[in-house]
């Protein structure tokens, strides 16, 4: 039954989140606010909620290894499975804006990420914790990287169309259904998730954080592989890597940084080879942009992602066993 748990959990989850985008952008429409705006905000944060919301429910329950594998194990799937899956069936282009902005954010959040939260290296603390502090500081870096986008998406010559997905243009009544909805449903599978995760670690004797960095993190980075993979089946993934790039900017400096402002993080120290594996993922992604065909993800260097993500899943439950045994 815990299985099936956690597979109602994600269905609500991802179900939750596209009903509430699809009502919060009918609303939007309504009251004429710019696509620019809404492909910015509703539907750039809509990629989010599924860890916003497992982060809530895991950081209510103390449960602060599966909110931080949640958050590490999205990033490094996002970067190294769903690119490298969506690599894989065709290459990927990407725009330049990607490159020299997004990329190396991404990379500065990862930076930032493992400043906060080594206490004890920097500041010769007791204990690691991503403190309300930090969290607070990362919603500052948000708004800042938020403030950026839209002040680029303005700019001449700038290639990325922000034009949020054609829904349909629903009356108030079933708008605000679709958002209460959704609402719901992200409420129901954040809770359901949490439990079923605890439940299943304590079965198998499975570190906390490993079952957050695994199961929950790639049921959470669902709608980034399914979107990304399904566009470059349809040969258009023009913007697929700054989209999943922009997701983990989120990851960090929002869903992070307001499960931190919530309640204290603790870190644990062997996470730290989670946060170097964000980092260098990052740092290979900028790398593939000048070999092969310039700024772009070739198949062989997407096969090469896959496999890299094979290994690091690999080493976790490596790293399991050594800390159970």
């Given at each position: 039954?815990?299985?099936?748990?956690?597979?109602?959990?994600?269905?609500?989850?991802?179900?939750?989140?596209?009903?509430?985008?699809?009502?919060?952008?009918?609303?939007?429409?309504?009251?004429?606010?710019?696509?620019?705006?809404?492909?910015?905000?509703?539907?750039?944060?809509?990629?989010?909620?599924?860890?916003?919301?497992?982060?809530?429910?895991?950081?209510?329950?103390?449960?602060?290894?599966?909110?931080?594998?949640?958050?590490?194990?999205?990033?490094?799937?996002?970067?190294?499975?769903?690119?490298?899956?969506?690599?894989?069936?065709?290459?990927?282009?990407?725009?330049?804006?990607?490159?020299?902005?997004?990329?190396?954010?991404?990379?500065?959040?990862?930076?930032?990420?493992?400043?906060?939260?080594?206490?004890?290296?920097?500041?010769?603390?007791?204990?690691?914790?991503?403190?309300?502090?930090?969290?607070?500081?990362?919603?500052?870096?948000?708004?800042?990287?938020?403030?950026?986008?839209?002040?680029?998406?303005?700019?001449?010559?700038?290639?990325?169309?922000?034009?949020?997905?054609?829904?349909?243009?629903?009356?108030?009544?079933?708008?605000?259904?679709?958002?209460?909805?959704?609402m719901v449903g992200l409420g129901l599978g954040g809770?359901?998730?949490?439990?079923?995760?605890?439940?299943?670690?304590?079965?198998?004797?499975?570190?906390?954080?490993?079952?957050?960095?695994?199961?929950?993190?790639?049921?959470?980075?669902?709608?980034?592989?399914?979107?990304?993979?399904?566009?470059?089946?349809?040969?258009?993934?023009?913007?697929?890597v700054g989209n999943v790039v922009g997701s983990n900017?989120?990851?960090?400096?929002?869903v992070l940084g307001i499960s931190a402002s919530i309640?204290?993080?603790?870190?644990?120290?062997?996470?730290?080879?989670?946060?170097?594996?964000?980092?260098?993922?990052?740092?290979?992604?900028?790398?593939?942009?000048?070999?092969?065909?310039?700024?772009?993800?070739?198949?062989?260097?997407?096969?090469?992602?896959?496999?890299?993500?094979?290994?690091?899943?690999?080493?976790?439950?490596?790293?399991?066993?050594?800390?159970?045994?």
């Open positions: 039954m815990v299985y099936l748990q956690l597979v109602i959990g994600l269905a609500l989850l991802l179900k939750g989140a596209d009903l509430l985008v699809n009502g919060a952008i009918s609303i939007a429409r309504r009251f004429q606010i710019p696509s620019i705006v809404i492909g910015l905000t509703i539907v750039a944060l809509g990629t989010s909620l599924p860890e916003l919301f497992v982060n809530i429910y895991a950081s209510i329950t103390d449960n602060s290894g599966i909110a931080v594998g949640n958050v590490l194990g999205s990033n490094i799937a996002n970067t190294l499975l769903v690119l490298g899956l969506a690599g894989a069936i065709s290459p990927l282009g990407v725009q330049k804006g990607t490159v020299w902005a997004e990329i190396p954010l991404s990379l500065l959040a990862g930076i930032m990420l493992a400043v906060a939260v080594n206490d004890v290296f920097f500041d010769g603390a007791l204990r690691n914790e991503l403190t309300r502090t930090d969290g607070l500081a990362f919603l500052g870096f948000f708004l800042i990287f938020s403030y950026y986008s839209f002040n680029l998406s303005q700019s001449k010559g700038n290639d990325r169309p922000l034009e949020p997905p054609a829904e349909a243009f629903y009356g108030p009544f079933k708008s605000w259904v679709y958002i209460i909805a959704g809770d359901w998730i949490v439990d079923a995760a605890v439940i299943i670690a304590e079965n198998f004797n499975v570190a906390e954080d490993i079952i957050g960095l695994t199961i929950v993190a790639i049921g959470t980075s669902l709608p980034e592989l399914a979107t990304s993979a399904l566009a470059a089946w349809r040969g258009n993934a023009a913007i697929a900017i989120f990851n960090i400096f929002f309640k204290a993080l603790p870190f644990s120290m062997h996470n730290n080879m989670d946060i170097a594996v964000v980092i260098l993922s990052n740092i290979l992604l900028f790398i593939f942009m000048f070999t092969g065909r310039r700024r772009s993800i070739d198949r062989g260097e997407g096969i090469f992602m896959l496999f890299l993500y094979t290994a690091y899943i690999a080493s976790l439950f490596m790293r399991n066993g050594s800390f159970t045994s």
